[in-house]
């Protein structure tokens, strides 16, 4: 039997799903959409938008990503893992350089 997502899932990560899915959920409220509304939108059914609020782990990146751009929030996607913003890959990347520079010696043509 498969185990489901949410067992094996930090507390942490968990805490954060729920929490983007209470945020939509007050987002949709604050747009005056109804949950069929959205389900339709995003092309699900109304219980599998029910996960999407209540965080589910088991709901797609795809279906997060759609309730986002239905309520017009899906700009930030971009910029979550922007390689830019990333501190720890840009030090790694610092820490990597060589110590010294040579330059290598063009043969000399016969």
């Known amino acids: 039997m498969k185990t489901p997502n949410r067992d094996v899932l930090p507390a942490r990560l968990r805490r954060l799903l729920a929490k983007l899915g209470g945020d939509i959920s007050i987002a949709r409220r604050k747009r005056g959409l109804t949950v069929d509304m959205m389900a339709e939108r995003i092309g ?4 599998t938008y029910l996960k999407v609020e209540r965080g589910d782990p088991s709901v797609s990146m795809g279906v997060f990503a759609m309730a986002l751009f ?3 929030l899906h700009e930030g996607l971009g910029t979550l893992v922007d390689a ?11 820490e990597r350089l060589p110590k010294r520079v040579r330059v290598h010696k063009e043969p000399t043509p016969l």
């Open 84 to 94: 830019s913003r990333d501190d720890t890959g840009l030090l790694l990347d610092t």
């Open 70 to 72: 239905v309520l017009g």
């Open 44 to 47: 699900v059914t109304k219980p």
